[in-house]
């Protein structure tokens, strides 16, 4: 009764010419438009990667929620013509084809299996109908013979079972004995099931476990519902079944050959009349991961089904024009307006036209309920401008050509004023449809009425009328300077805003808060803003589909945001208007309405799988698998991943990193990723998937790969480096210590020949000088004298001999021959000179040595340079010999003589020089030996006098 009263309540306001009975699931369609290599399509199946694959008459299709990717004979399969696809334990895909041959695929290569010989010579005249590999490599093969048999490497074993079924890691076996049908059920129990005969070729069961504990199977025409131990139900169909599927939701979908399919809600076969869809076409029913339903035709390729909560009224459903440019909820009942000047209303799932009397509408523009049954209507005529239309019980009781074009409209129930901005003007409707003009030489896309304000949105932002006085709000915040579509408040006093560009924008006190992308809103450009204010719900159309906005009255900054396009059931992602009954969402678009209860439709938060998908190497493609040691010029990597969730397809976003180079996460919505001028190194590349639900995936997909560095950077050329290096500095240092060395003996050769020169120069004129003084003694008739002489020289001669060869020489030999050397030069002198050797403390002269004849020329040199030409008094050499340290022999040779200066002055003014070779000889020879020295000091008196000569010799014993 009630709903004749609410028709013919709409039928007093408009003529209701008829009413249409048109509703239905929201399906979407893949053809050969859409990348399937055929519209003839056998079965769906997805792997674990996620992605789905579709058999058909031309191949196999490959589906990862953005591309279709074809494998056929070319590629490597055995026959075009695939009826199933499955994967093994190892994650290998097979596929099963009319040439009675298998084929698989292994890293995104077609090998054939080895043992299609075996299946050709046991049956040569039967089709495979159905096999399945288990962990331990073993291969089962049904035939439609009604056979069965167990290939294991090449031992092929006939199978007791007449024919299997196998259901996710299952395998539902039967067996025909005579007229009867047995299944085998994987708990080891069994139960007959029916025992009328059929023909082998008609058996092809299909059997799956339902949720409750019973098992459902499909074969030939009967469907049957039995336990472990009773058949429960059984069914006929007027057609073969071809599938059978219980859905996450405990729906039953029963596909049928060239009858459609038949859904029992809820799991109930008791209901006589299931829905039917697709009359006349084969159909095999699958669910994925996402709870999305495949149903696979042979005859027009594959739908897909994302939920059964979603209805549709499309053109096809006799709606009449998809375009729909306005809603309007009055009660339960909601008006609707088409670009082709068409208004119908819904009503109780039942469409209704309206003929309004005398109104030829190019385009309706708007329908709103205002004053009490009144209703203002803009359309758009042939003469380019727009009118409005006051409706009042099917009649047009007034009519206001406004020779502009509306661009938005507003009803301040309060105040009950009507406003309606064009692309020149704002007007003000009072209640008696009086017009005042607001504003002129303004566009007004849209506005909004609150307190004496008026909030004008146009291309340039937001303006705010008050008072008669127009100010620009867009200077308040960034996100109002862009062109404003929509605006309305919620009882909170929160004004929201809705922009093309700049997604959405809620301020309340000059507190301003954006939603847009990067929040979750699937499009920065915004075309519709509904708020349902009781739930505190803001739903937003945009030209990517619908967003359900939940936020908290206390805190805008909490909120929640949903997702709603044609993955989830929308007939369309370009939206135009929104309305909504009780709890029924209706969405407006460019093909058609769309509606659903939100609150029965629950989000589905499935991880997204994620593939690496590709790898180039300096732009070049490479085979993924073998991308592990790359050449160090091979440093531009580009690697390709596709996340995989259909429901979220091209609003998936992704975070990778690459670790070796930087482990930051970076967020992309490209599923690319290229690496520039990487330097050699260990690299692991990972990434993960977002669905437009914010869910990550669970596992990363992963790659490594090492760049290997050029020769020159290798641990083994750098060892060889340091090697090379340390060896050359090692014979560099060894060839220069060799030359200083062969220096140091040629100096010491050298030294050895001078001392030698200088002992075959020293000797004869000792021989001279003392051969002169014996002749001098011996004219004198003084033998003595004569003789001592002769003896103490003939013992010099002796130590000199003896010595000639050696370098050193014992202290106790050297002073041994300082003492004949010093008697011999006193009786030579006679009373003209003295001398004292000291040997101080010193008591082990005869195990010291010392260079020879480093101190008898500094004696000698006293002597003749110094005591010699002294012409008064007695000349004194003091010698003196000490040990210092344990290890410095310290000699000093003191004497009275006339210095060195007068030594000097005297040597030049004579034409006989003494030969003083060996003076220079001796200090070079010093001067090689390690921590030695020699001083020479002049002595003088307080008058500065020269009272004679000191000489210092300081060497080290030690290093001799």
Not at 415 to 444: C, P, V, W
Not at 591 to 610: H, M, Q, R
Not at 794 to 804: E, G
Not at 819 to 828: C, G, S
């Amino acid at each position: 009764m009630f709903y004749f009263k609410r028709v013919y309540f709409f039928s007093l306001l408009f003529f209701v010419s008829s009413f249409l009975f048109a509703q239905k699931l929201v399906f979407k369609h893949f053809g050969i438009d859409q990348g399937l290599p055929s519209s003839i399509v056998y079965n769906t199946f997805q792997d674990s990667k996620g992605y789905l694959w579709f058999s058909t008459e031309m191949g196999v299709a490959r589906y990862d929620g953005f591309n279709f990717k074809i494998y056929n004979s070319e590629d490597g399969l055995v026959d075009d013509i695939v009826f199933q696809v499955y994967e093994d334990y190892a994650g290998r895909i097979w596929f099963r084809n009319m040439a009675k041959q298998l084929c698989y695929l292994e890293n995104e290569k077609i090998i054939e299996y080895p043992g299609n010989d075996l299946l050709q010579i046991k049956n040569q005249e039967y089709s495979v109908i159905s096999s399945v590999h288990n962990t331990k490599d073993t291969l089962f093969v049904g035939f439609t013979s009604g056979t069965a048999i167990c290939i294991a490497g090449k031992k092929v074993t006939s199978l007791q079972m007449s024919f299997f079924y196998p259901n996710k890691n299952e395998l539902f076996w039967f067996k025909c004995i005579g007229n009867k049908f047995i299944a085998y059920l994987p708990t080891g129990s069994s139960i007959l099931l029916y025992d009328t005969i059929l023909a082998k070729r008609s058996i092809r069961p299909v059997c799956i476990e339902l949720k409750n504990g019973n098992y459902l199977l499909g074969n030939d025409k009967r469907l049957i519902l039995f336990n472990n131990s009773i058949v429960l139900n059984k069914i006929s169909y007027k057609s073969r079944i071809y599938s059978v599927l219980e859905d996450s939701n405990g729906n039953i979908w029963i596909g049928t050959y060239a009858n459609g399919v038949y859904f029992y809600q809820n799991g109930n076969l008791q209901n006589p009349n299931p829905v039917h869809y697709f009359a006349g076409m084969t159909v095999s029913v699958y669910e994925d991961r996402e709870q999305n339903i495949w149903l696979a035709t042979k005859e027009n390729g594959v739908y897909l089904l994302s939920s059964i909560e979603y209805m549709s009224y499309t053109k096809e459903e006799q709606l009449g024009n998809n375009l729909i440019t306005c809603l309007e909820a009055v009660g339960d009942t909601l008006l609707i307006g088409f670009n082709n000047g068409q208004t119908k209303f819904l009503y109780n799932q039942k469409i209704y036209n309206i003929n309004l009397l005398g109104l030829n509408s190019k385009t309706i523009l708007l329908i709103k309920n205002t004053f009490k049954n009144t209703f203002i209507i803009a359309h758009s005529t042939d003469n380019f401008w727009d009118d409005i239309l006051v409706v009042e019980k099917n009649k047009i009781v007034s009519l206001f050509k406004l020779k502009d074009r509306i661009k938005s409209f507003y009803f301040d129930k309060k105040n009950e004023k009507i406003l309606i901005g064009t692309r020149l003007r704002l007007f003000e409707y009072s209640k008696n449809l009086k017009a005042d003009t607001l504003l002129k030489s303004i566009r007004i896309n849209a506005v909004y009425s609150d307190s004496g304000k008026i909030w004008i949105g146009n291309f340039d932002g937001l303006w705010l009328l008050m008072n008669g006085k127009l100010s620009y709000y867009g200077n308040h915040f960034w996100a109002l300077r862009k062109n404003i579509i929509g605006i309305n408040k919620s009882k909170e006093g929160l004004l929201w805003v809705i922009t093309n560009g700049h997604g959405l924008v809620a301020f309340k006190n000059n507190r301003f808060y954006s939603i847009t992308t990067a929040n979750g809103l699937l499009s920065n450009n915004c075309t519709s803003l509904l708020i349902d204010e009781k739930n505190k719900i803001v739903w937003i159309g945009t030209n990517k589909g619908l967003n359900k906005i939940t936020y908290q009255e206390k805190d805008i900054l909490k909120y929640e945001i949903e997702s709603y396009t044609t993955n989830n059931g929308l007939v369309s992602n370009q939206i135009s208007a929104i309305s909504i009954i009780k709890d029924t969402v209706y969405i407006a678009t460019d093909n058609g309405i769309t509606f659903f209860n939100y609150k029965k439709v629950s989000p589905i938060f499935s991880a997204p799988l994620i593939n690496i998908s590709g790898i180039q190497i300096n732009g070049q493609n490479r085979d993924i698998p073998l991308q592990r040691n790359l050449h160090y010029k091979e440093n531009r990597v580009s690697i390709s991943f596709s996340g995989i969730s259909i429901r979220s397809q091209r609003n998936l976003k992704y975070k990778y990193k690459l670790i070796g180079m930087d482990a930051n996460w970076y967020l992309t919505n490209n599923q690319y990723v290229d690496f520039m001028n990487l330097k050699p190194g260990s690299y692991f590349f990972q990434v993960y998937a977002q669905s437009s639900n914010g869910v990550w995936s669970d596992k990363p997909a992963v790659l490594s790969f090492t760049i290997s560095p050029p020769f020159w950077q290798t641990w083994w050329f750098i060892a060889f480096c340091i090697i090379i290096t340390v060896s050359g500095l090692w014979l560099f240092i060894y060839l220069k210590l060799a030359a200083i060395k062969k220096k140091n003996f040629i100096k010491q050769q050298l030294v050895e020949l001078e001392n030698k020169a200088l002992r075959s120069q020293m000797n004869p004129h000792f021989i001279f000088n003392i051969l002169s003084s014996i002749q001098n003694f011996i004219l004198k008739n003084d033998t003595e004298k004569a003789t001592l002489y002769l003896i103490k020289f003939s013992q010099l001669v002796r130590y000199i001999l003896n010595t000639s060869k050696e370098t050193k020489i014992l202290l106790s030999d050297e002073i041994q021959m300082l003492n004949l050397y010093l008697e011999l030069e006193k009786l030579r002198l006679g009373n003209k000179m003295n001398y004292i050797i000291n040997l101080n403390n010193l008591k082990n002269a005869e195990s010291i040595e010392i260079p020879i004849f480093l101190i008898q020329p500094y004696v000698e040199n006293s002597i003749w340079h110094g005591i010699n030409n002294k012409e008064t008094s007695t000349g004194h050499i003091n010698i003196d010999l000490s040990i210092v340290e344990n290890k410095y022999l310290i000699c000093i040779v003191e004497d009275n003589g006339i210095g060195r200066k007068k030594a000097g002055l005297q040597r030049e003014n004579k034409s006989y020089l003494h030969n003083s070779i060996g003076m220079k000889n001796i200090q070079q020879r010093i001067a090689l030996l390690y921590d030695s020295s020699v001083n020479v000091e002049d002595l003088t008196d307080s008058d500065g006098n020269a009272t004679g000569t000191k000489v210092i010799l300081k060497i080290n014993i030690n290093e001799l």
